[in-house]
């Protein structure tokens, strides 16, 4: 007996879309279904956007019916022995089956490794070898199974709806970026600098404090000559000698944005010219002195990508704060009990496969 499936493949699809991140991270089955991530945790949101799904270079150009994954099992045919050829039972999924599968549950448009399709062959494998006892059971007509399938048809519309956010928004107009550009120039501003370090010795002493007024005297005197064209380094190893301390930290800083510096002192550090120095700046265990080598703003070309990104999570997170601002719950505490720490809305507490 011989069973070909065709794209029609309701019987797994629903469980296994939904844990499609967890195979796009490399993870097998068993693992928790995650949230949809649009554009996440990184500094440069750009990176994060997702792209075009690419298709691996496959070992061996095969055509659409040609199976690509073949499950042989016993059928439990009365009529016939049971090791007999007559009882065995032959499931094949085609290329085109298993590549309309995946292309379903790509929701976020990812792009997925050979390890990652390999995954996932193997673990549908496993769910078709499972389907037909568990059906046998009675277990797709029980009210428990009609009500997680009800959970997943949710969640599945609402990972749809998400990645078509995405890819509504993630190409905003050359208009659109320009004017973000402007209106965020500061952001793209970047200084090369000099730091000079003097260790403080805060504390409500008498010697404490006349150790800290000597530190401030000393990065006084520090900025003084900094600003009388002296080397940064220099300045900051004699700082360091007289302190009795041997290995003074590295001067150069390097090129940085205003992020990269206390909120405090970013405009008095990025409204200085170069060859400028700051005011002595009070920074935790340190008095700091700086001394601007180079100023640029980078140009929109170069920050392109990024922009792109923070403007399409901008009207992303626009779009779904819209619709829950429209739907808030009202939970009832005298059940549910008091608010406690805040969960995702999309997260699924009990993990895969239950709601």
């Not at 009609?146 to 959970?151: A, K, L, Q, S, V």
């Not at 969640?155 to 973000?180: C, I, M, N, W």
């Not at 999570?313 to 779904?320: F, G, L, N, P, T």
Request: hydrophobic share 35%; charged share 25%.
């Amino acid at each position: 007996m011989k069973r070909i499936l065709s794209s029609t493949v309701a019987g797994v699809l629903i469980g296994v879309l939904t844990m499609f991140g967890s195979w796009a991270q490399g993870g097998r089955a068993g693992s928790s279904p995650p949230a949809p991530q649009p554009w996440s945790g990184d500094s440069h949101p750009a990176q994060s956007v997702s792209t075009p799904a690419k298709k691996p270079t496959p070992t061996a150009v095969l055509a659409p019916s040609e199976p690509v994954i073949t499950i042989h099992e016993i059928c439990d045919d009365q009529s016939a022995p049971k090791e007999s050829a007559a009882n065995t039972c032959t499931i094949t999924v085609t290329r085109e089956a298993f590549e309309k599968l995946v292309a379903s549950m790509n929701v976020m448009g990812r792009s997925l490794t050979p390890e990652t399709r390999r995954n996932l062959a193997e673990t549908y494998a496993q769910y078709l070898s499972l389907e037909r006892p568990a059906t046998k059971a009675g277990l797709d007509s029980t009210p428990r199974f009609e009500e997680i399938m009800r959970w997943w048809r949710l969640r599945t519309l609402v990972d749809l709806y998400l990645g078509r956010l995405q890819e509504q928004f993630k190409h905003p107009s050359s208009d659109e970026v320009h004017a973000y550009y402007l209106e965020h120039l500061s952001a793209y501003q970047r200084i090369k600098a000099s730091r000079i370090l003097i260790p403080r010795t805060p504390g409500d002493t008498d010697e404490a404090q006349r150790l800290d007024k000597k530190a401030l005297a000393m990065a006084d005197h520090a900025r003084e000559r900094v600003a009388q064209g002296e080397d940064p380094e220099i300045v900051q190893k004699d700082a360091y000698s007289a302190l009795g301390i041997v290995s003074p930290p590295p001067t150069d800083l390097g090129t940085h944005p205003r992020s990269s510096f206390p909120v405090e002192e970013t405009d008095e550090l990025f409204s200085l010219e170069p060859g400028q120095v700051s005011k002595v700046e009070t920074e935790g265990a340190s008095y700091v002195v700086y001394k601007i080598a180079s100023k640029e703003t980078l140009p929109q070309d170069a920050v392109r990508d990024e922009i792109q990104g923070q403007i399409a999570q901008k009207k992303y997170d626009d779009a779904i704060r819209s619709v829950n601002d429209a739907a808030k719950p009202e939970l009832n505490e005298a059940y549910f009990g008091p608010p406690g720490p805040s969960t995702p809305a999309h997260a699924n507490p009990l993990g895969s496969p239950h709601p």
